[in-house]
């Protein structure tokens, strides 16, 4: 998965302490995808972002969960008070353009563990 | 949204090779057919995709049947390290963008 980089790869925290995902995407690419992987599942859509806009969160939980994509920097998922329900592993995926004919490219995950 | 209709696990010997079938019968014109594999603890690693013609590179072939209603993706020489759980996706398109939607995959062991 060549040019994606997400860290830290393992997080842990506790029970309502924050958690903060970060995604460089390859270079060149603007459009940055998180998904979410629980245990023994496919995984889900969460939300996707193009340099400081957000195009469609329809698969990210209305709280607690938020993203960001600033202008320069790394994209952010930031979960806040974490709960045992969101222990995963998060994926980020980036792409060159949003059409079709564009595949995504993913990094390697974090695996997020919750005590 | 065209959904994809997988074999939930396949075996195939090493140095054979591996065909992975996929169903998508109600797939829009407009609609590429992905493919994607997971090795364990790994993210999805891009494949293949294609819209109607059958698709060939260094990794794999697919070949999408004319009336666009299956497709089967050939690892020419399937090796160990080919195991993995392969997923086959139908690029939705929800208002200017698809999304992807990920099944539960095939999982194909390569054995010895």
């Known amino acids: 998965n060549a040019g994606v980089m997400q860290n830290p790869r393992h997080l842990v925290r506790r029970r309502g302490q924050e958690a903060r995902l970060r995604c460089s995407p390859m270079k060149g690419h603007s459009h940055v995808y998180w998904y979410r992987q629980l245990p023994e599942e496919g995984l889900k859509f969460m939300v996707y972002l193009q340099k400081e806009n957000i195009i469609d969160e329809s698969g990210m939980p209305k709280e607690r969960f938020s993203a960001e994509f600033p202008k320069e920097g790394p994209s952010i998922l930031r979960i806040q008070q974490v709960v045992r329900g969101d222990s995963a592993a998060y994926f980020c995926?980036?792409?060159?353009?949003?059409?079709?004919?564009?595949?995504?490219?993913f990094g390697d995950g974090t695996r997020l563990s919750i005590l | 949204d065209a959904k994809t209709t997988q074999p939930p696990s396949m075996d195939c010997a090493e140095g054979r090779a591996a065909n992975l079938p996929c169903n998508h019968s109600?797939?829009?014109?407009?609609?590429?057919v992905y493919w994607y594999r997971q090795i364990h603890s790994q993210g999805p690693q891009y494949i293949i995709h294609?819209?109607?013609n059958n698709e060939t590179n260094e990794m794999a072939s697919l070949i999408i049947t004319e009336d666009r209603k299956s497709s089967t993706l050939i690892l020419p020489h399937a090796t160990l390290r080919d195991t993995a759980v392969y997923y086959c996706?139908?690029?939705?398109?929800?208002?200017?963008?698809?999304?992807?939607?990920f099944g539960a995959g095939t999982q194909v062991v390569v054995t010895p």
């Open positions: 109600t797939i829009s014109g407009n609609e590429y």
């Open positions: 995926a980036s792409s060159f353009d949003r059409g079709g004919n564009q595949p995504q490219h």
């Open positions: 996706i139908v690029r939705v398109r929800s208002d200017s963008w698809g999304k992807f939607q």
């Open positions: 294609g819209l109607k």
